[in-house]
């Protein structure tokens, strides 16, 4: 027994070391309040249970944010609403309640998403959402994915009356009716998730699922004959299903034939038959790549009991392909990840690069639960935020972990509902850059409640072992959060948008400070960049650190705020090197810094003296 403790003791101070500031994490609370979502009242928001955003440059001065969310009250029918925000909440925002696609029927409308692009010169909002037609009885009521497609106006969006005369499509098969001596069956969408990019390219994805009396044949030396033995037994399957179109709705007839339901892409051929028995494909997701490339990701649980011994296994999958009259005839890559234990619904992001070896780079990330009982300690319960991705061309074969690393002796920090978004493919030092943010409860120094908060990796690395906090209150719960912005135009630039029900409404932030570098700062009053909202711990950032070769010095200045002074100095207070800060600086300009000598690994300090202030950083070398 005593042996027991000590362990237990051993773990505990192996926690405390972890705690301590030269290995804890940062935490950087946002510097600035976050803004109301358009249309988002406080009885919309405390029923909000999904959310979604993109972001687009309108032109060199305006940007546009997009949000869409549901609200699902606990009685009663349930509501989806679109929002836009031109400039940051600081120009024309709007919002409107997406009226029910079943004509005169009653609908609850549920878990929506967005996806905006520009085509021909103008610009739509695509938005997928399930509805449910509950005028029929129990044993008919289907559940069905919709599309919906908006046209920008200059200052506000309404629906497209070239799509669909003007009406929200119907997507898959809700119904199946009886044949062959077999029963109609129900089919259940969920999970419907769409992107475009930069051209208009879009992809849908959803899963149907569905339980059905299928009718089972054994062959055995008990039942020989070609016929075996046959019964019939309810089975339940779940298919993962994706289409492709453009931004305005068009492009579903490709000289082919109609997309009317889309392509089986769960299976390996997208044939009829799969290629195990009782395949399950789970909470798809889908990123368009800049070369119009369809990435689909989902859950795969499969057993295969026509093998000795009987296999089964959950597995992250992803298919990248191109499609031609409704097949998928040209792969980029199928890869899959173990995913053994219990996790989330994956999400995934492309990359905004075009005509690279990277324009097929995906990102994709997981919530992941899992426990263990240790002798002398107990039970522990341990969560992640996982990163899978193809990085310059190449699947990575293991994760990243993204949230606070799991220790052993300890209950973990809960950590979920992760989302991932590209930086803006607008210069080389950022379109590598995506930024993953989540919900995580119990943080150190915060509140009891989900917080959302977000960082930064490149090709699944962590650029620095910091976290941003997205939101702005100290109370409650924030969580259900959406990032965009890939197509932002700016680098770095992310826009944000959470369920805060402290409030509560729906709250959303832009930000051009990288995540996990420092707090985030929301734009100014002119709808610029931020300019005077910086927060405290830091003005300025260091990126890689530690690094062993260049470093990128990233200010956050105040308007009217000049930099007279960059130097890097040892501990003892002697300047080893004067940088050079160029003239007409930006609010925020970054200036890299190769050292002019070989320097020993350690720790030095920064310090940045400008008209207003003199703050400083410490960075680490490292060989």
């Given at each position: 027994m005593k042996t027991r403790v000590?362990?237990?003791m051993l773990a505990y101070l192996a926690y405390l070391a972890w705690l301590t500031p030269a290995t804890a994490q940062t935490f950087y609370p946002p510097s600035s309040t976050d803004l109301l979502a358009p249309g988002s009242i406080a009885t919309t928001a405390s029923d909000v249970k999904n959310t979604g955003t993109d972001f687009v440059k309108l032109d060199p001065n305006n940007f546009l944010q997009v949000m869409v969310w549901d609200r699902?009250?606990?009685?009663?029918?349930?509501?989806?609403?679109?929002s836009w925000s031109v400039n940051r909440g600081t120009g024309a925002t709007g919002s409107i309640k997406i009226d029910t696609p079943i004509n005169g029927a009653f609908a609850y409308l549920s878990d929506p998403d967005v996806t905006v692009a520009f085509l021909n010169g103008a610009l739509y909002a695509s938005v997928v959402y399930l509805a449910k037609d509950i005028t029929l009885p129990p044993d008919a009521a289907t559940v069905e994915t919709y599309l919906d497609v908006y046209k920008w106006t200059g200052t506000s969006f309404v629906r497209s009356s070239t799509f669909n005369g003007g009406a929200p499509l119907p997507l898959g098969v809700a119904f199946i009716p009886a044949a062959g001596g077999l029963p109609?069956?129900?089919?259940?969408?969920?999970?419907?998730?769409i992107d475009a990019n930069a051209t208009g390219k879009v992809g849908i994805v959803w899963q149907e699922t569905t339980t059905e009396l299928a009718q089972i044949r054994v062959i055995s030396p008990s039942y020989p004959g070609p016929n075996g033995y046959s019964f019939n037994q309810a089975t339940t399957f779940a298919e993962s299903y994706v289409l492709d179109c453009n931004i305005d709705g068009s492009g579903f007839i490709l000289g082919c034939s109609p997309l009317a339901r889309g392509t089986l892409a769960s299976r390996s051929n997208g044939s009829n038959n799969p290629s195990i028995l009782f395949n399950q494909s789970l909470s798809p997701?889908?990123?368009?790549?800049?070369?119009g490339v369809l990435s689909f990701c989902?859950?795969?649980?499969?057993?295969?009991?026509?093998?000795?011994?009987?296999?089964?296994?959950?597995?992250?999958?992803?298919?990248?392909?191109?499609r031609d009259c409704n097949i998928f005839n040209i792969s980029y890559g199928t890869y899959s990840w173990n995913a053994a234990g219990t996790y989330g619904a994956p999400r995934i992001a492309a990359t905004a690069h075009a005509g690279t070896t990277n324009d097929l780079d995906v990102e994709i990330v997981m919530a992941w639960t899992g426990g263990d009982c240790l002798e002398g300690i107990g039970n522990r319960s341990y969560y992640e935020i996982r990163n899978w991705g193809r990085s310059a061309g190449t699947f990575r074969t293991s994760y990243t972990t993204v949230s606070i690393p799991t220790v052993a002796a300890v209950n973990g920090y809960p950590a979920n509902q992760p989302v991932v978004a590209f930086s803006s493919g607008e210069g080389a030092a950022y379109s590598d850059q995506y930024v993953v943010a989540w919900a995580g409860q119990n943080y150190p120094k915060f509140s009891s409640g989900y917080d959302v908060w977000s960082t930064t990796l490149v090709a699944g690395s962590l650029l620095t072992p910091d976290y941003s906090r997205v939101n702005y209150n100290t109370v409650g719960d924030q969580n259900i959060p959406s990032v965009a912005g890939r197509y932002s135009g700016t680098g770095k630039s992310m826009g944000y948008l959470f369920k805060d029900a402290s409030v509560p409404q729906l709250s959303y932030r832009y930000s051009t400070v990288q995540a996990?570098?420092?707090?985030?700062n929301r734009t100014g009053a002119s709808g610029s960049d931020p300019k005077g909202s910086t927060g405290p711990a830091r003005v300025i950032d260091a990126y890689p650190n530690p690094s062993s070769s260049a470093i990128d010095f990233n200010l956050h200045l105040r308007q009217g705020e000049?930099?007279?002074q960059l130097t890097v100095v040892d501990l003892m207070g002697r300047v080893l090197d004067k940088v050079a800060v160029p003239a007409g600086q930006s609010s925020d300009p970054v200036i890299s810094?190769?050292?002019k000598q070989a320097m020993p690994e350690g720790a030095y300090i920064v310090k940045l003296v400008t008209n207003q202030r003199t703050e400083t950083i410490t960075i680490n070398r490292s060989r």
């Open positions: 000590i362990l237990g699902i009250p606990a009685t009663g029918p349930s509501n989806i609403y679109l109609s069956s129900i089919r259940i969408h969920s999970s419907p998730n997701d889908v990123a368009v790549s800049p070369n989902y859950i795969g649980a499969s057993a295969d009991p026509t093998s000795l011994p009987v296999t089964s296994g959950t597995r992250l999958v992803l298919k990248q392909y191109s996990g570098s420092g707090a985030l000049i930099v007279q810094w190769q050292p």
